[in-house]
């Protein structure tokens, strides 16, 4: 079982129960809307998101729990739609319960990750995408030393409006001279 370890959070590996767990607890936030309402998250979505990581996982996808110290999954991060001859790909993150965000969980579940991707597995080139509303994502993606390389105009109608999306990426060599030297 692969087990990536942090100051208040470690990452493992997502058994089914865990899945559960997580679109159990998933709390939209109206007041910060930041993605498109995702209807439906139950203990039998939790089943099939289980066999769907579980198909993927390791060819196209590295999906891991965030856990807090005393082993409460609270979310799950992805190094997503790996292309392994460019040595690249995105990364997801998501927390359940809107009292587990905005307390660094997520930047240092991400931190974790990245680590991971760059140093374990070879990867040069990890890319993340948000919608301009999303501040919370930008802070963190930002925190980590992401560069902001484009912007899609009006890319996504979401609440009623169009919004543009925001496109980030960090290098294996800028993220180890920030954190490894």
Known sequence: MLKLSGENVYLATLEREHCKKVCDDFEYDFETMTEPLNIGHSS???????????SVQGSKHIRLGVFLLDGT????????DIEWENRSCTIGLGISKIKNRFKGYGTEAVKL????????????????????QNKATQRVLEKLDFTLEGI??????????????????????????????
Request: no cysteine; proline share 0%; glycine share 8%.
């Open 152 to 181: 899609e105009r009006k890319a996504v109608y979401f609440a009623g409006r169009k919004w543009d999306r925001l496109n980030y990426a960090i290098l294996r060599e800028e993220f180890n001279k920030k954190y490894n030297s």
């Open 44 to 54: 039998e979505r939790g089943d099939k998101w289980f066999d769907e990581i579980q």
């Open 73 to 80: 999954v609270i979310g799950d991060v992805a190094l997503q």
């Open 113 to 132: 990750i990245l680590e991971y991707g760059f140093n374990n597995i070879g990867l040069e080139r990890i890319s993340a995408s948000t919608l301009e």
